[in-house]
């Protein structure tokens, strides 16, 4: 008499840490297309996956900021929680506009503030492969922060288009681009504009501001809606229609194409 052996049945390990492993991937506040984009992750960003919603959503927390709201999956390249732990910081990140990475059987592009884990100087690794970047990378590790240097990086968004929710040079909103630009400075800011001015030395008279100081600004309800980049000469660089550079003093934001105040000034804080 034989006897069967039972079959062992496969266990699914239900992985709950993603990367970016696209140029962008939005990140929407309801779990639907046509739903308003809230944030985005770009390459080599790192989440984690609080809830799941059928097998079309996942509700992602981002690792850099605590910000959440629903992605596709098939955008996501799932990994383990060692992995995760591994690639969720790093200090190099992507200086081009656009630049290819290339493995043996991959060529993509990439965005300006990418992340590239374990850069070496020509490559960097994902939990997918190792690849190939030849294009200028800002490592914050080996960075001291001057006002030239974050004049460079904020000048390099210059006429980027406003999106609500973008984090790119292709579109952007203006507490993602602070926050874009003071990443890649190896300074940590949090998602929206009111988050940020809870952080830094209040600076009490514009004339007494720095470059890189964070000028923040509020609707008729005094709450906190806009903030921009202190530059020399009572100037500013802000994400408002596309960032773009006006006239900064004790009243606000002097739109230098209308001849009119765009925004009004609640406080100038000092993060670095």
């Keep these: 008499m034989r006897i069967k052996k039972a079959k062992k049945k496969k266990v699914k390990i239900q992985l709950d840490h993603a990367i970016c492993h696209l140029s962008v991937i939005p990140v929407r506040r309801h779990p639907e297309d046509p739903s308003e984009i809230v944030t985005q992750l770009l390459y080599g960003e790192t989440c984690q996956i609080v809830k799941r919603k059928n097998k079309s959503w996942v509700k992602v927390q981002l690792d850099y900021d605590g910000y959440e709201g629903w992605v596709d999956p098939k955008q996501l390249y799932f990994v383990t929680p060692q992995d995760h732990e591994k690639y969720s910081v790093s200090t190099a990140h992507c200086l081009e506009y656009v630049q290819a990475i290339i493995s043996d059987d991959v060529s993509q592009p990439i965005l300006m503030g990418s992340a590239l884990p374990y850069f070496d100087g020509m490559n960097y690794k994902l939990p997918s492969g190792?690849?190939?970047?030849?294009?200028?990378?800002?490592?914050?590790?080996?960075?001291?922060?001057?006002?030239?240097?974050?004049?460079?990086?904020?000048?390099?968004?210059?006429?980027?288009?406003?999106?609500?929710?973008?984090?790119?040079?292709?579109?952007?909103?203006?507490?993602?681009?602070?926050?874009?630009?003071?990443?890649?400075?190896?300074?940590?800011?949090?998602?929206?504009?009111?988050?940020?001015?809870?952080?830094?030395?209040?600076?009490?008279?514009?004339?007494?501001?720095?470059?890189?100081?964070?000028?923040?600004?509020?609707?008729?309800?005094?709450?906190?809606?806009?903030?921009?980049?202190?530059?020399?000469?009572?100037?500013?660089?802000?994400?408002?229609?596309?960032?773009?550079?006006?006239?900064?003093?004790?009243?606000?934001?002097?739109?230098?194409?209308?001849?009119?105040?765009?925004?009004?000034?609640?406080?100038?804080?000092r993060v670095i």
């Design 130 to 269: 190792k690849y190939i970047f030849s294009g200028q990378v800002l490592d914050s590790a080996e960075l001291s922060v001057t006002p030239e240097i974050i004049t460079k990086i904020a000048y390099k968004y210059l006429n980027a288009p406003y999106l609500w929710g973008g984090r790119s040079p292709f579109g952007i909103d203006c507490s993602g681009f602070t926050q874009i630009v003071f990443k890649m400075l190896g300074i940590y800011l949090p998602r929206d504009a009111y988050q940020q001015a809870e952080l830094g030395e209040t600076i009490d008279f514009v004339e007494a501001a720095s470059i890189g100081d964070l000028a923040y600004f509020v609707n008729k309800d005094g709450k906190v809606i806009h903030v921009g980049i202190v530059l020399p000469d009572h100037k500013i660089i802000h994400a408002s229609g596309r960032v773009r550079i006006d006239h900064l003093d004790h009243y606000g934001i002097y739109n230098l194409e209308t001849k009119k105040y765009s925004h009004v000034l609640r406080v100038i804080k």
